[in-house]
Nanobody, 129 residues
Framework: EEQVVESGGGLVQAGGSLRLSCIRS???????????IGWFRQAPGKDREAISC????????VVADSVKGRFTIFSDNAKSTVYLQMDGLKPEDTAVYYC???????????????????WGRGTQVTVSS
């Protein structure tokens, strides 16, 4: 069974850093079910926001303008893990962060998309001022 699981959230002061991890399992090589991994966040009372994505075959990435320069996405395919490095955190970054896997395409042209097939349960990130 395909699944993705997030970890690494927590409480941090403004200006601090966190690294989120998204571990995927159960995907069959060649089926493209995990062709792209995306990171999203949702703050209370707000819509879900696409943060970043990475193409697992070629490592291509897209980062939303709202976090560009502060957040970085990268992967370790040997560990089936995608990371979201978050630096310079601000109180407005407080949200539940989700990762997702899908057969979608991760390119600037198709970003953002929410058409991922497999979603994690999320990890809470809280940034205090």
């Amino acid at each position: 069974e395909e699944q993705v699981v997030e970890s690494g959230g927590g409480l941090v002061q403004a200006g601090g850093s966190l690294r989120l991890s998204c571990i995927r399992s159960g995907f069959i090589v060649g089926d493209h079910g995990d062709n792209a991994i995306g990171w999203f966040r949702q703050a209370p009372g707000k819509d879900r926001e696409a943060i970043s994505c990475i193409s697992t075959p070629d490592g291509g990435t897209v980062v939303a303008d709202s976090v560009k320069g502060r957040f970085t996405i990268f992967s370790d395919n040997a560990k089936s893990t995608v990371y979201l490095q978050m630096d310079g955190l601000k109180p407005e970054d407080t949200a539940v962060y989700y990762c997702a896997a899908g057969s979608v395409t991760c390119t600037r042209r198709y970003f953002p998309t929410f058409e991922y097939d497999y979603w994690g349960r999320g990890t809470q990130v809280t940034v205090s001022s």
